[in-house]
């Protein structure tokens, strides 16, 4: 071995010939993706099997009979067009979310600027007592509800007799059980919002507000002009996706009224069930189902948007 | 220096007026808080009050609902020796254990090769599987009725251990990409160097480094299959395949007679893991879940 | 250890780009090369390519008489040290710098030996217990340093390693690298943008620039006899003086025109060198330290006189920098801290044609 003076060392003619060239890397690289693509192969079986191939049938489904023997076109979506109950769905359902997601998003973001104001340690404990909500299983919380609304042992009744007013009935009458309906949810899906604006809160560098007091601008004016715009984003992430979760929601409906007063409460997937599953009906159930796609289809476009383009805020 | 003393004066007066403004608004805060916290643990709070009544009691409807006078544990102890329920324990425990952990397989493989791999169409499926996500449950429980039906598995909790798994794996390969993503790629390359293999990165690398990720991914599997309801009450129908959330419904519901007593004491028993696990870990799930947010 | 030899090597990025344009690079057992230019210049990409790390376009890497073109990088038999460490943030330092050889299924009394060696040569037995988040930047530095010391292997790279470090930490580190290389002497490839890093520790230095190698050589060679204009504005700092010129004959010796006032007459040990191109528009270099007050310096043969009206001065302490226009293009001269000079006056500056560099405009080569 030379000595490491100076100069170059000639290898030239020693070592293997030059042989194997063209391929190594380009097979190590080719290695490289063929393994990505194993790893990633029960994912992709996963999501073809039970997520694409039967969206793919639910649209087959949709076109039969109900006997599911004869091929009868847009006929379930007509006779759905037709119906009186139908067009309660669309409206209950757009209400039930439209309605839920905005309570949730303003209670959340007044809980995330409460919370924001207080310090880190018992920041902690609050936050882990209005997590409550959104840690219990939705099922099991409804129950109780539905228990606090009982026709005739509402714990909500005895109070409101307490201060001499009458009887509420919860669940029986149309609007009444619709709010209620709608006032679970929000209980149960605020603490998620709250979490969401809390993070966005703590992102917002501390300068920009030292920044804007200096300018002289009030709390309010802080709000407006620096809190908001800087989580504008995540806002309508988080508004977006609640709205399509919120839209597709079936336990709190099917727990607390299964549709009634009069389908004065069915949403899409209540309705679904009750058309698919109970009456045994599968295609119309099918039909119904995918009545929510425009719908979700819109909101995941947005949400899509407005992740690709934070990322790219981010990375710039 | 009199001016001076006199600027000092304000300027503290300032200082303090600052000061007990921040105070009233942290009293405020706390103020405002405790009424959505009482509002907020409402539900839990007469969970538990109605668990310790008898249905003598309930019955009764006298005097204040929302405190047990005589208050006894008996509904739970006849739900722990009760055999149904038992059972929907036992099933919900077994397909949960079994849904975090083939989830946690899938997304983390396909998290690292997604994250790290790549390979023709890597980018595509990223999307795909985030729009996944985004596709309600409600959306395709008829079509996978058939196809359980198909499998044989209708009224079998084995349906479940199949079906769960497109809930949880989308967030969770999508949480873990995030995770992933933020591994500087040099520690890569300097276990390639050190003569890893990609398992090899994978297992003794990735996971280690992205414990906080893992754990909020596996909390999010097990919410999602612990407390589902759509899929257990379209697909089972007997006591003995049934898991908690269904079962408790069915069977302590019958016809007109409710137990409120017994399905609030199971309502606390089977909201008990959850609210375990996140009394623990909650700190790694709100990362986990406000990171894919505030990062992208 | 062992020689490696790049020959021709090609890097073509997916889009198209060329990062390397076809690299010829001997480099002996032992030696210590730098590769240094500007960012963009193809550097990171060769060592990457030495490494492993890319796939080479074209061309051959051979490592100790191997082409390793088709070996992944944990058969190359290397090290590298990465500019941010690239530490396992999960494992202590002693699992850090074991980590490779566990791999490899070293025994265990092995590996400790070898860890032990490493963080002798590095003094860091101290932290052997500690997670790399519990470390400074300069003994995160070290770690790094220590897992390429334990697996001897053939070649060290390192990427940058200085980077991250503040400006008094990277002469300390830097100093640490030499010794180590001393007291291990095994190859090594170094890349940095750092000029000065490059001069201190390379035995040859290769400055790059846009994919291709613009000289070899040792730092003084390079210092003084700069092959091309970007090498000679590249190494030293301050940056070397190019003045634009005009090649004349004054009496039958060439001379340089600077402007319509002030010819300058080249040396005579230079006058058959740049014989040839009488006549032409050439490109005057003159270091910053070739120019000074002219009331300071003892006249020689080859010094030369310029008046320029001073723009800033610079007192440094041991030295005082002056910056002036000549005829619009800016100039650095390096003069005695006792300099009379200020800002609006007009300097009379002593140009030491001895070590002057006249290069053509056209190739960018020095003549």
């Not at chain 1, 030239?12 to 063929?34: I, K, N």
């Not at chain 1, 409906?253 to 009750?274: C, E, K, S, W």
Request: glycine share 8%.
């Amino acid at each position: 071995m030379a000595d490491g003076s100076t100069g170059a060392v000639g290898v030239l003619g020693s070592g293997r010939p030059v042989a194997a060239r063209p391929g190594g890397m380009q097979r190590f690289a080719r290695r490289r993706s063929t393994i990505g693509f194993l790893l990633a192969l029960p994912l992709i079986l996963l999501i073809g099997g039970l997520v694409v191939y039967p969206a793919i049938y639910a649209v087959w489904l949709s076109l039969l009979n109900k006997q599911m023997t004869k091929f009868v076109g847009l006929a379930n979506f007509r006779y759905l067009m037709q119906r009186d109950t139908f067009h309660l769905v669309i409206f209950q359902s757009c209400l039930f979310a439209i309605t839920a997601v905005f309570f949730k998003a303003l209670i959340g973001l007044i809980l995330a600027h409460l919370m924001h104001n207080i310090s880190g340690r018992s920041q902690r404990i609050w936050r882990g007592l209005l997590l409550v909500p959104w840690v219990i299983p939705e099922a099991l919380s409804t129950l109780t509800w539905w228990w606090m609304f009982d026709p005739s042992y509402s714990s909500f009744n005895w109070i409101l007799n307490q201060f001499g007013i009458a009887s509420v009935p919860w669940l029986g009458v149309g609007w009444i059980a619709r709010f209620c309906t709608i006032l679970v949810n929000v209980w149960y899906g605020t603490p998620f919002f709250m979490i969401m604006y809390l993070a966005a809160l703590k992102s917002v560098p501390d300068q920009l507000y030292e920044a804007a007091s200096i300018d002289g601008a009030s709390a309010w004016q802080k709000l407006r002009f620096v809190t908001l715009p800087m989580m504008r984003n995540i806002i309508s992430i988080t508004v977006l996706f609640s709205l399509i979760v919120t839209f597709g929601d079936f336990d709190i409906v099917r727990i607390l009224t299964n549709g009634g007063p009069l389908d004065m409460t069915h949403v899409f997937a209540t309705y679904a069930f009750q058309v698919g599953i109970q009456s045994g009906d599968i295609p119309l159930g099918a039909a119904v189902s995918l009545f929510m796609v425009p719908i979700l289809a819109v909101g995941a476009f947005f949400i899509l948007r407005g992740v690709t383009r934070r990322t790219q805020e981010m990375g710039a | 220096m009199s001016a001076t003393t006199a600027g000092n004066l304000a300027a503290r007066k300032r200082g303090n007026s600052q000061k007990s403004q921040r105070r009233w608004a942290l009293w405020g805060s706390y103020a405002a808080l405790t009424v959505f916290v009482i509002g907020f643990l409402t539900p839990p709070y007469y969970t538990l009050m109605t668990s310790l009544k008898t249905s003598a009691e309930i019955g009764a409807e006298k005097g204040n609902p929302w405190i047990a006078h005589h208050p006894t544990l008996a509904n739970f102890w006849w739900l722990i020796t009760y055999p149904n329920f038992q059972r929907y324990y036992l099933n919900s425990v077994i397909v949960t254990i079994l849904v975090v952990a083939v989830s946690m397989v899938i997304s983390v493989l396909a998290a690292f090769s997604l994250a790290r791999m790549g390979f023709k169409g890597s980018k595509t499926l990223g999307t795909g599987v985030f729009l996944t996500y985004l596709i309600p449950q409600s959306l395709l429980f008829i079509p996978l009725f058939q196809i359980i039906g198909w499998l044989g598995l209708i009224n079998s909790f084995w349906c479940l251990v199949i079906i769960y798994p497109t809930l949880a794996v989308p967030f969770c390969t999508w949480i873990m990409i995030g995770y992933f993503g933020s591994i500087p790629k040099e520690l890569d390359e300097a276990a390639l160097i050190d003569g890893a293999g990609y398992l090899q990165m994978l297992w003794q690398i990735f996971i280690p480094v992205a414990m906080p990720g893992i754990i909020a991914a596996t909390i999010f599997a097990f919410t999602v299959s612990w407390g589902n309801f759509i899929y257990p009450l379209a697909y089972l129908y007997t006591s003995s395949q049934e898991v908690l959330t269904v079962g408790i419904v069915s069977d302590l519901i019958r016809g007109d007679v409710f137990e409120w007593g017994k399905i609030m004491a199971a309502n606390l028993l089977a909201s008990a893991p959850p609210i375990i696990i996140y009394a623990f870990l909650m700190d790694y799930y709100v990362a986990g879940l406000t990171a894919g947010a505030t990062k992208g | 250890m062992a020689e490696v030899s790049c020959r021709k090597i090609f890097k073509v990025y997916d889009g198209g780009v060329q990062a390397v344009k076809g690299i010829d690079l001997e480099i002996a057992d032992q030696e210590f090369v730098v590769l240094v230019g500007p960012s963009g210049c193809g550097k990171s990409t060769t060592l990457r390519m030495i490494a492993g790390l890319e796939e080479i376009s074209d061309g051959e890497i051979w490592i100790g008489g191997d082409v390793v073109n088709d070996i992944p990088p944990r058969d190359r038999d290397i090290a590298m040290v990465f500019q941010n460490y690239a530490l396992y943030p999960h494992m202590s330092v002693f699992d850090n710098m074991a980590f490779g050889l566990k791999l490899r299924k070293f025994p265990k009394d092995e590996i400790k030996r070898r860890v032990d060696e490493a963080a002798r040569i590095l003094d860091i037995h101290v932290l052997l217990e500690r997670k790399p988040k519990a470390l400074s930047g300069g003994q995160r530095q070290r770690v790094a340093m220590g897992r390429a010391i334990v697996r001897n292997p053939k070649v060290f790279l390192f990427d940058e390693p200085l980077s991250n470090l503040d400006a008094k930490l990277r002469v300390q580190m830097r100093t640490e690298i030499k010794k180590v290389h001393q007291t291990v002497r095994t190859t090594t490839v170094y890349v940095t943008h750092d000029q000065v890093e490059a001069m201190t520790l390379a035995d040859r230095v290769v400055v790059m620039n846009q994919g291709l190698i613009e000289q070899v050589g040792p730092p003084q060679e390079l210092y003084h006899n700069p092959a091309t204009r970007f090498v000679a504005g590249f190494i030293g700092s301050p940056a070397m003086n190019f003045l634009p010129v005009r090649m004349e004959d004054v009496g039958g010796r060439p001379a340089v025109r600077i402007n319509a006032t002030t010819s300058l007459a080249v040396p005579d040990q230079r006058v058959a060198r740049y014989a040839p191109f009488q006549g032409r528009e050439m490109l005057l270099g003159v270091r910053p330290e070739h120019m000074f007050d002219y009331r300071d310096a003892n006249q020689k043969p080859g010094f030369a006189r310029i008046d320029a009206a001073v723009d800033v001065v610079e007192p440094m302490g041991m030295e005082t920098l002056v910056h002036f226009f000549i005829d619009g293009t800016p100039v650095c001269a390096r003069c005695e801290p006792s300099t009379a000079a200020a800002p609006g006056e007009l300097l009379p500056l002593t140009v030491d044609l001895n070590n002057m560099h006249l290069m053509d405009p056209a190739s960018g080569r020095v003549v």
